[in-house]
C-alpha cells in the first residue's frame, strides 16, 4: 500500500508539473500519454524486454559464479588474494560503462557484450563484498579450527561460508539493482533489440512517450530482480 500510494503521489507530482510549466508533450510527456503508449506498443515492447531480460539474468548468474568462485579462490589462498585484491579494488574506480563501446568493437552488436558489460558490473561487487564476508570470522573460531587440525576447505565451508552467507545475500541484492545498467548501457552503444535500443530509437524520433513506457518496464524488470534477489538473501541469511 506504501508503494502504491507513493507512486500516485508522484504521478500526480509529475501531471502538476506538466499542467504548472506547460512543459511540451515532446520532451515530457503526461502520465496518461506514457500509460496509452505501454499498451499501444506492448508487443514490442514486452518482446524488447525479453531480450534485455535475457542479457540481464545470464549476465548476473555468470557474474555470481565467477565473483564467488574468485572470492573463494581469495579465501583458500592467501597469495592469491594478496594479488588479486588490490585488482578488485582498483576496478572500482575503473567505470565500467566507458568499457562499452570497446566491447561493442570487439564483440559485435549482437546480446554477448551486453552480457559481459553486466558480468563485469556483477562480478566486482560481488566478489569484494563475499571476500569481506569470507575474511569477517572472528580470529577466536579460526583458532579453535587450528587447533582441531581442521584443513582449510573445512574451515571454509563450516566456519567463513556459514558466516559470510549475509554478506552474499546483501551482495546478490545489490548486484540486482546494478544488472540491469549493464544491459541497458550496452544497447546503447550499439544493438539491434532490447529496451536500450527501443529507447534510443525513441528519444532520436522524438516519441518521449515510448521512451518513457520503455524506460517503465525497465524499472518493473528491476524492482522484480531486486524483489527476487531479496528473497533469495533473506533465505541465506536466515
Known amino acids: 500500500m506504501r508503494g502504491i500510494a507513493l507512486l500516485a503521489a508522484f504521478g500526480a507530482l509529475w501531471q502538476a508539473v506538466i499542467v504548472l510549466t506547460g512543459v511540451p508533450p515532446f520532451i515530457l510527456p503526461a502520465p496518461a500519454r506514457v500509460l496509452a503508449a505501454l499498451w499501444s506498443a506492448r508487443a514490442m515492447l514486452a518482446e524488447n524486454a525479453a531480450v534485455t531480460g535475457m542479457e540481464v539474468l545470464l549476465g548476473m548468474v555468470i557474474g555470481s559464479a565467477l565473483g564467488i568462485g574468485a572470492a573463494v579462490g581469495m579465501a583458500l589462498s592467501p597469495w592469491l588474494c594478496r594479488v588479486l585484491r588490490p585488482a578488485l579494488v ?17 564483440l559485435g552488436f549482437g546480446t554477448l557484450p551486453k552480457i559481459v558489460m553486466t558480468v563485469l558490473i556483477v562480478f566486482f561487487p560481488l566478489a569484494s563484498v563475499f571476500l569481506d564476508g569470507l575474511l569477517a570470522v572472528p580470529e577466536g573460531m579460526l583458532d579453535l579450527g587450528r587447533l582441531a587440525r581442521a584443513p582449510g576447505w573445512r574451515v571454509l565451508v563450516f566456519l567463513r561460508l556459514p558466516m559470510a552467507l549475509p554478506s552474499l545475500g546483501a551482495g546478490l541484492t545489490v548486484a540486482a539493482v546494478y544488472a540491469p545498467i549493464g544491459a541497458v548501457i550496452g544497447e546503447w552503444v550499439g544493438a539491434a533489440q532490447g529496451l536500450g535500443y527501443v529507447m534510443t530509437m525513441a528519444n532520436a ?9 520503455a524506460l517503465v518496464v525497465l524499472v518493473a524488470m528491476t524492482l522484480a530482480l531486486h524483489w527476487a534477489a531479496g528473497r533469495l538473501g533473506a533465505m541465506l541469511r536466515g
Request: hydrophobic share 60%.
Open 90 to 106: 582498483a576496478s572500482q574506480a575503473v567505470p565500467v560503462f566507458a568499457l562499452a563501446p570497446v566491447l561493442t568493437l570487439w
Open 205 to 213: 524520433r522524438s516519441q518521449t512517450d515510448v521512451m518513457f513506457a
